[in-house]
């Protein structure tokens, strides 16, 4: 299975509510790292939270977490009908190498 | 910087014929990285390079795939023979130093239908 998986796998909000994903992952990380896809297009980073990072904000955006619980959270607040992408969590891997390992992704649709 | 570059951006071809993906990292990263997206399986590593070195191609399918980095400008991904399960939209990407110092940057992709 995937070092990181995103949850929920599909999420659906209104215009100007707050989206929440999880990612849970299984083996120590230097780093997590939060990626959206537009559709039909590459990923495009957004934020990146080191081991020793418990939270962090970027814009709109809040990413924490929690190593004892292997797990990360990504909060869109106010959300836009342009928002509307999938969100994947990234997970670099210590005992095999400096790759990142993506999570399914969680399908975001924000309604206008 | 025009980022990641690939092509062909879109590829249709018939089972048994070989397929070639190219890519052009943004100038000045050292590491790229090829994966494979699918519906079912979700985006998976192909193979990584640093310095223009293959460093882990443990995600590679089987022998029909191959991939090259001759230089730090181009890289390619070959496919020989192609199936329909290798239908897919292939990535690259790129990134300054060891992958899991920074973000990586994708290009556009290249959807890949065989028939």
């Known amino acids: 299975s995937q070092q990181g998986e995103e949850d929920p796998q599909a999420l659906s909000i209104q215009e100007g509510e707050n989206a929440t994903m999880n990612c849970s992952y299984k083996t120590s990380i230097n780093n997590l790292q939060w990626y959206r896809q537009n559709s039909g297009r590459g990923l495009v980073h957004l934020i990146l939270i080191r081991s020793n990072e418990r939270e962090k904000h970027s814009g709109r955006l809040r990413v924490t977490l929690d190593t004892s619980k292997k797990s990360s959270s990504l909060l869109i607040t106010a959300s836009r009908a342009a928002d509307t992408a999938s969100y994947f969590c990234a997970t670099d891997n210590n005992n095999a190498g400096n790759m990142l390992t993506f999570g399914g992704g969680t399908r975001l649709m924000v309604k206008p | 910087d025009a980022g990641v570059i690939q092509s062909p951006r879109h590829e249709v071809t018939e089972m048994g014929q070989e397929v070639t993906l190219r890519c052009k990292p943004i100038?000045?990263?050292?590491?790229l990285f090829w994966y494979r997206q699918t519906m079912m399986r979700g985006l998976e590593l192909l193979i990584y390079?640093?310095?223009?070195?293959?460093?882990?191609d443990s995600g590679m399918p089987e022998d029909r795939f191959s991939a090259k980095m001759p230089n730090a400008s181009f890289s390619t991904l070959k496919i020989q023979p192609s199936e329909p399960r290798d239908s897919a939209v292939y990535f690259c990407a790129s990134s300054f130093g060891a992958s899991s110092e920074g973000e990586q940057f994708f290009g556009p992709g290249t959807r890949l239908t065989v028939l």
């Open positions: 100038s000045g990263h050292n590491s």
């Open positions: 390079f640093n310095n223009n070195v293959p460093i882990d």
